[in-house]
């Protein structure tokens, strides 16, 4: 294994890009994914969820309830290299009731991809995720997709763009045509055109039109003769001379997205998109601890967090894959670090590098990359790890409160210790969040949305070879009491007592009006809403 000098990490370092895509469901987030893999060679052919007769399926949906719905419930890590940099991309789950993925993916990153459905405009998933985007201030691109398609006027998007997500738009390029007649690009950033379907549109293949430095086609060309010719140079022109300013500055701060146009599902736009972003989007940047120092991701130390874990993505094997985001030092196989929740030393002889299911071991890694380390139980997610005597913990990973749960029993008797273990395993992923009776063994699930009950019930019967019996016990408000204040007489049926998973205590009350009244008759009792 070779050992990298610090001219050769910091060259390393320099080329990752590691970016999240968000977006609404359905918007097309996981095509536009699919196919950035096909540009960076990382599969030869884009198949995409909802091609079910086929049997083919997207990339980065590998588990199969997301095969069979056609929709991403947990976040994929791809790695691929283009263009001298080394691309690591998140793929995020879009259905709201798998946001606490998406947000604790969204602390592993960079920089961010959203993209927005051209006929529907910002949707309500849409303006979460960008809110804590914004929120840690990271740099944010726009591809407006579905450009195949009739929809909204683009100049009605980006204003809808600017004024629901309070965030500068700069459009890198505009649509020449839409759905049908879709023509093209007229590339502002790179002063050309780019044509749709050169060889249907009668262009003899002729990919890109240079423009004169007004902006125009120079001479005689077929694009000329469009009737929309004039009506697309009158909008570019509006938008260079009353539209925002192209600052690097601005973009890296968050304060201005590069709006790009283009079609995923026919790959129009991407390439240019691709190339464009890898450009701009941020290198590492430090990491902050929660003592608030800032960890240069040059910094010759290793160190990383738990970001995500996630069990079985390989069912043959059940195996259980803890993703750590590196943020200093170089990782080498067969290193001993600290876990720093317990001060205890790990060897790390086990790790991999992703390709959605596929994966290899990977003997080296820098800051930026994102890794799987074999897991057996030592992990939880938000651990930091580090090399020598950092003696650091990162900042801590948001956590949702769950507003829905429900009594778990093992419809089998028989077969408690695989009901234990696939319990056990769900929870730790995050993916749900388990609770017992504060006197009994009785199981309470927690849940953002009910579809993550729907994929707990899935995955307990098909990778865990358990079938559950789930009572609903309705929407709760859950409130941590601490341990010296709690008097157990202060439980009811309508303020139920249970234990989180570390013993600690909680009440889960029937609804708000039941928790004002437990805080108007116990006013010196302190409740929290998150441990």
């Not at 050169?198 to 240079?210: T, Y």
């Not at 902006?215 to 929309?228: R, Y």
């Not at 600290?338 to 596929?358: C, H, P, V, Y």
């Not at 303020?495 to 039941?514: H, I, S, T, Y």
Request: glycine content about 8%.
């Amino acid at each position: 294994m070779t050992e990298l000098n610090t001219k050769q990490i910091k060259h390393e370092v320099d080329s990752r890009r590691t970016f999240a895509i968000i977006s609404h469901p359905d918007a097309g987030k996981t095509t536009i994914t699919e196919q950035l893999l096909l540009f960076g060679g990382a599969i030869r052919q884009a198949g995409t969820v909802k091609a079910k007769k086929s049997g083919k399926f997207a990339k980065s949906d590998w588990m199969d309830i997301e095969k069979q719905r056609g929709i991403s419930v947990t976040s994929s890590v791809m790695q691929f290299d283009y263009d001298g940099k080394r691309i690591n991309i998140l793929d995020t789950p879009g259905h709201e009731d798998f946001s606490e993925d998406t947000y604790r993916t969204l602390m592993a990153v960079d920089s961010a991809v959203m993209v927005i459905d051209s006929g529907k405009g910002i949707e309500e998933q849409t303006k979460k995720l960008f809110k804590v985007c914004r929120m840690r201030g990271i740099p944010i691109f726009t591809f407006i997709n579905k450009l195949d398609r009739d929809g909204r006027e683009p100049l009605e998007l980006v204003a809808e763009l600017e004024e629901v997500l309070g965030i500068d738009a700069y459009p890198m390029n505009w649509p020449f045509g839409m759905g049908k007649n879709l023509l093209g690009l007229y590339d502002i950033f790179n002063n050309r055109i780019e044509i749709h379907r050169p060889e249907v549109n009668g262009l003899n293949g002729e990919k890109f039109v240079s423009l004169n430095e007004d902006g125009e086609i120079e001479g005689d060309h077929p694009l000329k003769h469009s009737n929309i010719y004039d009506q697309v140079l009158e909008e570019a022109l509006l938008l260079k001379e009353a539209g925002n300013d192209f600052s690097e500055k601005a973009i890296k701060d968050g304060q201005l997205t590069p709006v790009f146009f283009g079609s995923a599902l026919t790959n129009f736009g991407v390439q240019t998109f691709l190339e464009t972003f890898l450009n701009f989007a941020p290198s590492p940047s430090e990491h902050i601890t929660r003592s608030g120092e800032e960890i240069s991701p040059y910094n010759e130390e290793f160190s990383g967090f738990i970001f995500k874990i996630q069990a079985n993505m390989n069912p043959a094997h059940r195996d259980r894959i803890a993703f750590l985001r590196i943020c200093s030092g170089v990782f080498d196989r067969g290193m001993d670090v600290t876990l720093s929740r317990t001060g205890k030393k790990i060897r790390l002889s086990n790790s991999t590098q992703f390709m959605a299911e596929d994966r290899e071991q990977v003997t080296q890694a820098v800051a930026g990359d994102i890794i799987g380390l074999y897991d057996t139980g030592n992990f939880q997610i938000g651990d930091t790890i580090y090399q020598g005597k950092m003696g650091i913990s990162y900042e801590r990973l948001p956590q949702f409160t769950p507003e829905l749960f429900m009594k778990v029993d093992p419809k089998n008797v028989m077969k408690q210790k695989s009901f234990h273990k696939g319990i056990n395993q769900l929870v730790q992923e995050g993916a749900i969040q388990l609770y017992k009776g504060y006197h009994t063994e009785d199981y309470i699930i927690g849940a953002v949305g009910q579809l993550q009950f729907e994929v707990f019930e899935y995955r307990m019967r098909h990778e865990y070879n358990s079938e559950v019996i789930m009572t609903p016990i309705g929407s709760r408000v859950a409130r941590w009491v601490k341990p010296e204040e709690l008097d157990e007489n202060m439980a009811s049926n309508r303020n139920l007592l249970v234990k989180d998973r570390f013993d600690n205590p909680l009440f889960l009350f029937e609804n708000q009006f039941a928790l004002r009244w437990f805080q108007d008759k116990y006013p010196d009792i302190e409740l929290d809403s998150l441990l």
